[in-house]
């Protein structure tokens, strides 16, 4: 059984019901993977912010490299670059930040003066948790491509390791990383907030959710801030509704000094475990 | 024209909010202010300022590849080149192509011997703007589901900055997507300054280092802004800051009243 924890909108709450969850099920043979490569958190919501015990290179990016003795400057590469990375002055330069690596102009040289390198993108990171089950997280290296292979990646990584549960922490938008994060997942916990925001984006990731026909729970963060919203988003939820978060400033200062939530005394702790009575019961029939 | 970036790493630090509370800044102060949600997967600044978007001012385009059956001869080597890993194929078969792995590169209609994939052009995002006197919002969508969202970015930024020409905008703001990858690299290219904002958890310390060496590697100043800066440990990002040589240029305290304004889309009427 595989979960993916996901929001469209950053700052929603994903990584703090993903750790919660993760301790709540600890105990069930579980497995914590943070599929935010772009700004992996879930460590630090567990805690967990000593050295690993395992880091694992990912290679999942390229990048070309130009042989000017070969190159005749015809100018098919730059004008075939979908993603605008390659230039042409005195000779042919490559801007690497936005080079995506998908090879398209080392196979339109004509000269066979591009060969593509690859080229390590990010790291996993392994750990045993304090709470006894493994914590896979992937890192994206700042500057690279490729997040979403890195996903992937991330999550072959996980799988081997044995588990009943699989809890995956997605990082914001609907783009190539969230893609990467939901494919093959059983069920997807959405995180919303209630704003005009938060339920817009809601709605945006719904529709990926949706294409990929994966079924899903909510889960509504901060309800108390606007409770009309809230009243209007549960409604529009109706069976699919997991439960509700409280907005705590005590959350906040909570999480600065590194107090896991499961760990303290606040409202929230006891929302959340409502919440894994909910999901227990829908995804694992209990 | 100065071009400055709001971004942060980190999701829900406040990346919209300061943009728009910036934008509001420079026009109170009498700036050509063009605001550029390049967001794109979740496009919000329009609802900050309790905007609709309308109807699109320009559609973005990306050429997809479709297979030609008659042409076809099932060589596998389209398969074979696709580095997304976004085209199948069984021995015998023709060729699947999967769509949602797919970034549009073109790799596979340049290599295939048989001339036997087509490139459709295919809208992938759309381009709204809104005007309110002197201020312009511009507002770049993706289509859901989109893989390869940061091409969108680019032709978002460059309708901004031919509107910036012609408009002579004193200054272009662009909020960014959270994260670090490919939309927000594009999104920070050529700016003339990034201003990062962050919260005072470790967290917010965390992802504020990865913008912030972004930042370095794309030869990009950047400047740190606070957020909530009374309900966490501000020492972090301090020192994160300082090790990047970036200055924290604000620190916004905690405020119901934006977290109110926020939830109603009236961050104008600050």
Not at chain 1, 96 to 111: D, H, N, R, T, Y
Not at chain 2, 148 to 163: M, R, S
Not at chain 2, 193 to 217: N, R
Request: proline letters at 5%; glycine letters at 8%.
């Amino acid at each position: 059984m595989k979960i993916v924890i996901s929001s469209g909108k950053g700052g929603v709450g994903k990584s703090m019901l993903s750790s919660a969850l993760s301790m709540l099920f600890g105990n069930e043979g579980i497995v914590a993977v943070d599929c935010d490569v772009d700004a992996p958190n879930l460590r630090v919501w567990l805690n967990e912010i000593g050295k690993p015990d395992k880091i694992i290179p990912v290679t999942t990016s390229a990048r070309p490299v130009i042989d000017h003795k070969k190159c005749t400057k015809c100018g098919k590469c730059v004008n075939t670059c979908q993603f605008s990375a390659l230039s042409l002055s005195k000779k042919v330069k490559l801007n690497p930040f936005l080079c995506e690596g998908c090879g398209a102009c080392e196979v339109i040289c004509p000269a066979g003066a591009i060969k593509l390198k690859p080229v390590q993108n990010g790291r996993i990171e392994v750990r045993k948790t304090k709470y006894s089950f493994p914590l896979i997280s992937g890192q994206l290296f700042p500057g690279e491509t490729g997040s979403g292979k890195v996903v992937t990646e991330v999550k072959k990584e996980a799988e081997k390791f044995k588990h009943n549960l699989m809890i995956i922490d997605s990082s914001p938008g609907t783009g190539c990383p969230v893609i990467a994060s939901i494919q093959g997942v059983d069920f997807a916990i959405l995180v919303t907030e209630p704003t005009p925001s938060g339920f817009t984006d809601l709605k945006r990731t719904l529709k990926v959710i949706n294409h990929f026909k994966i079924p899903f729970g909510l889960v509504l963060n901060k309800w108390d801030i606007n409770k009309p919203l809230s009243k209007k988003i549960e409604k529009w939820a109706g069976k699919r509704f997991l439960g509700r978060i409280s907005y705590d400033k005590e959350v906040f200062k909570s999480i600065a000094k590194l107090k896991p939530i499961m760990e303290s005394d606040l409202k929230a702790k006891e929302e959340i475990e409502k919440i894994k009575e909910r999901v227990e019961k829908i995804i694992i029939g209990k | 024209m100065k071009k400055i970036a709001v971004t942060g790493g980190k999701g829900g630090t406040g990346k919209s909010t300061v943009a728009v509370l910036l934008a509001l800044d420079f026009i109170k102060k009498g700036k050509r202010v063009i605001l550029a949600d390049c967001d794109v997967e979740c496009p919000n600044d329009y609802l900050l300022v309790g905007q609709k978007l309308g109807r699109p001012k320009k559609k973005v385009y990306a050429k997809f590849p479709h297979l030609n059956k008659k042409k076809c001869k099932k060589c596998g080597l389209c398969a074979k080149t696709c580095r997304e890993n976004a085209i199948f194929q069984n021995p015998g078969d023709y060729p699947i192509f999967i769509k949602d792995l797919c970034s549009a590169c073109g790799a596979c209609w340049i290599v295939c011997p048989q001339g036997a994939i087509d490139a459709r052009k295919e809208e992938v995002g759309k381009i709204y703007v809104n005007r309110k006197d002197k201020f312009y919002l511009v507002t770049g969508l993706a289509k859901s589901g989109l893989e390869e969202t940061g091409p969108v970015v680019g032709k978002v930024k460059d309708f901004v900055l031919d509107l910036a020409k012609k408009e002579r905008a004193d200054v272009v703001l662009i909020d960014t997507a959270a994260g670090t990858h490919c939309p927000v690299i594009t999104a920070l290219l050529d700016c003339d300054l990034a201003l990062a904002v962050t919260e005072p958890t470790p967290m917010g310390a965390y992802d504020l280092k990865l913008i912030l060496d972004l930042c370095k590697k794309l030869g990009i100043k950047s400047k740190v802004i606070l957020n909530q800066s009374d309900l966490g440990d501000k020492k972090r990002i301090y020192s994160v800051a300082d090790r990047f040589g970036a200055i924290i240029d604000k620190e916004i305290p905690y405020s119901r009243k934006i977290v109110e304004h926020y939830s109603k889309g009236s961050l104008f009427d600050l």
